[in-house]
């Protein structure tokens, strides 16, 4: 394993005897305990896992993961006992470090249902624990656009990947689109395939908002982990291609099985209009130039004359009907209106 491009080597300030000494006092960004250095080794180790990276299924030795991250063994050991504690990893006599579990990557680039997204890594399947018509809470009418009084479709199922809980759904639908899916396989198909089944069209876009939690007990022992281990809560409303919403989703999912991944792009930050206010980008104390014509306060003065030079007299090169100068009718307006050029 080589280190990434984008991923330095971690600067490690213990390295004991016979080790490189730093030439004065470090840094105070470096001044950082082993335990924060172990920390960014497993973050980084972690990552590599969940992308598909040692396909042996185990890790490099040791000794290769000092190098990488220039730490000490004694980092590196802390680092992979973190992710021991997090059941990604095991210690095997006469084997070596092995990657008991890797969580599984979950783009937010596409609209797709978690079947369709991993089924290259397994069978997701689904233990439906309710489905029904229900009264909606007000925010989920709301957002479904449900008149007062009106009705949706619930259904909660506990999924599963290789039998392994994965997540807990809870989904409201509006009910004429719900309503078809009660008789359909809620238990091994996603909502989103049977919806567009149902509706004979796909579905449009959706609006997905993710929070990190701790669990609570209940949704903890659904998900086989221990009460207050690492959740993503993710709320996902999902609309017809006029804009209808119709789906609405709340998501409990297990922290240590799944990441979600997306590539993003950095837009070019909108240009200031001067004719609506300052630079947004101008420093402290700084102001915009004022209009030399129009600003009679401007340090610079008035706008300079743009005509003709009145002290400058003819221009002895000017051919006739120029204007370079004041010509015999100009000096004879001046002096009958007794005024100056």
Do not use: W
């Not at 990434?4 to 600067?11: G, I, Q, R, W």
């Not at 009705?151 to 990947?161: A, F, N, T, W």
């Not at 009660?182 to 989103?192: E, H, I, Q, Y």
């Not at 579905?203 to 701790?214: E, I, K």
């Amino acid at each position: 394993m080589n280190a990434s491009p984008t991923e330095p080597a971690l600067p490690d300030a213990d390295p004991g005897p016979g080790g490189p000494r730093a030439r004065g006092p470090a840094p105070e960004s470096l001044r950082r305990t082993r335990a924060d250095r172990a920390r960014q080794v497993a973050d980084v180790l972690r990552r590599q896992i969940a992308s598909g990276e040692f396909a042996s299924g185990m890790l490099p030795d040791e000794r290769v993961l000092i190098a990488d991250f220039a730490v000490s063994r004694n980092t590196v050991r802390e680092a992979l006992g973190v992710l021991r504690a997090e059941g990604v990893l095991e210690r095997r006599q006469g084997v070596g470090t092995v990657i008991v579990r890797r969580p599984y990557e979950h783009t937010l680039e596409r609209l797709t249902g978690l079947a369709e997204t991993l089924r290259a890594h397994g069978e997701v399947t689904n233990r439906v624990r309710i489905a029904d018509l229900v009264r909606p809470p007000g925010e989920v009418a709301r957002k479904l656009h449900v008149p007062d009084g009106g009705q949706v479709v619930y259904i909660e199922r506990l999924r599963l990947l290789d039998g392994v809980p994965l997540s807990l759904d809870l989904t409201y639908l509006a009910a004429d689109i719900g309503l078809p899916l009660l008789a359909a396989d809620l238990a091994g198909r996603d909502l989103f395939g049977l919806i567009e089944q149902s509706t004979g069209g796909r579905l449009g876009s959706a609006s997905v908002t993710v929070h990190a939690v701790g669990g609570d007990p209940h949704t903890c022992a659904l998900l086989d982990i221990p009460a207050g281990s690492a959740l993503f809560t993710v709320e996902r409303l999902t609309r017809l291609p006029d804009g209808r919403p119709v789906d609405l989703e709340f998501l409990r999912i297990r922290g240590d099985r799944l990441a979600f991944r997306a590539e993003l792009v950095r837009a070019a930050p909108d240009l200031p209009d001067s004719s609506t206010g300052p630079d947004p980008y101008a420093g402290p104390g700084s102001r915009t130039a004022p209009d030399r014509h129009t600003d009679p306060a401007s340090p610079a003065g008035p706008a300079p004359h743009t005509g003709p030079d009145p002290d400058a007299g003819p221009d002895p090169d000017a051919g006739p009907g120029t204007d370079s100068g004041p010509g015999p009718r100009d000096d004879d307006r001046v002096r009958r209106t007794g005024g100056e050029r």
